[in-house]
């Protein structure tokens, strides 16, 4: 089984301020196949990134996906009010068990 | 729009049974995989079973594997989550979510869950 360890644990930041989230594998992801969610307190995760950078249907280009092999990255170039939330990152290549980490919080500094 | 609906999640003992229910809307169901997966408080997510679009091939995460059944019924655009003998471990929010078929094991929809809480 695949373990994600997602750094930092808490990014506190400012809107308007470029947030860059780490996603680590215990070993190759195959086939860049991670990707990112975001999570609302009461609502639904919602998918913005699959394939390690493609962005999901409606998501904002201010949010990018990059890395491969077992160093993933999720950028937010400028920081929205809407953004602040939690972000994990999820493995599933080949057959499951699929894996997510264990999370990112981003909160308003 | 897409939209899945989870409903069943209650308190129960531990040892007991509960049956989650997933309902779809808003797309064609069965054309789709679908998968449960649960988040413990203060925890990341954790997936815990998938079916795929015919009801063929359920896998399971080695935790419940024996102890919960995944199923579907297309007819009523319906997923389902039978869980038998509960641990107190098992308690979460139960989501169902939709397989993107194009990256199957991507989850592009999801409900907004379902509170299942294992305690005597």
């Known amino acids: 089984e695949i373990m994600l360890t997602q750094s930092p644990g808490t990014l506190s930041l400012s809107p308007g301020e470029r947030a860059t ?25 919602r998918l913005l990134i699959f394939g390690a950078s493609t962005r999901d249907t409606g ?31 999820q493995q599933y290549g080949n057959s499951p068990p699929w894996t997510f980490g264990q999370g990112t919080k981003v909160e308003i500094k | 729009e897409a ?8 308190l129960v003992q531990p040892g007991g049974s509960l049956r989650l229910s997933c309902a779809a809307s808003g797309f064609s169901f069965s054309s ?26 359920p896998y399971y995460m080695a935790s419940v594997k024996g102890r919960f059944t995944i199923s579907r ?42 509170m299942v809480t294992v305690s005597s």
């Not at chain 1, 491969?68 to 939690?86: C, K, M, Y």
């Not at chain 2, 679908?34 to 998938?50: D, H, L």
């Not at chain 2, 009523?76 to 989501?95: C, E, G, H, K, P």
């Open chain 1, 59 to 89: 998501i904002p280009d201010r949010f990018s996906g990059s890395g491969s092999g077992t160093d993933f990255t999720l950028t937010i170039s400028r920081l929205e009010p809407e953004d602040f939330a939690v972000y994990y990152c």
């Open chain 2, 3 to 10: 939209q899945l609906v989870e409903s069943g999640g209650a």
């Open chain 2, 73 to 114: 019924d297309n007819a009523r655009n319906s997923l389902y989550l039978q869980m038998n003998s509960l641990r107190a471990d098992d308690t979460a929010v139960y989501f169902c979510a939709r397989v993107k078929w194009s990256h199957p094991g991507a989850f592009e929809i999801w409900g907004q869950g379902t």
């Open chain 1, 21 to 45: 989230l780490s996603c680590r594998a215990s070993q190759t992801v195959t086939s860049s196949f991670l990707a990112w969610y975001q999570h609302k307190p009461g609502q639904a995760p």
């Open chain 2, 32 to 57: 789709y995989w679908m998968s449960w997966v649960r988040q413990a408080p203060g925890e990341g997510p954790e997936w815990v079973a998938n079916i795929k679009h015919d009801g063929r091939d």
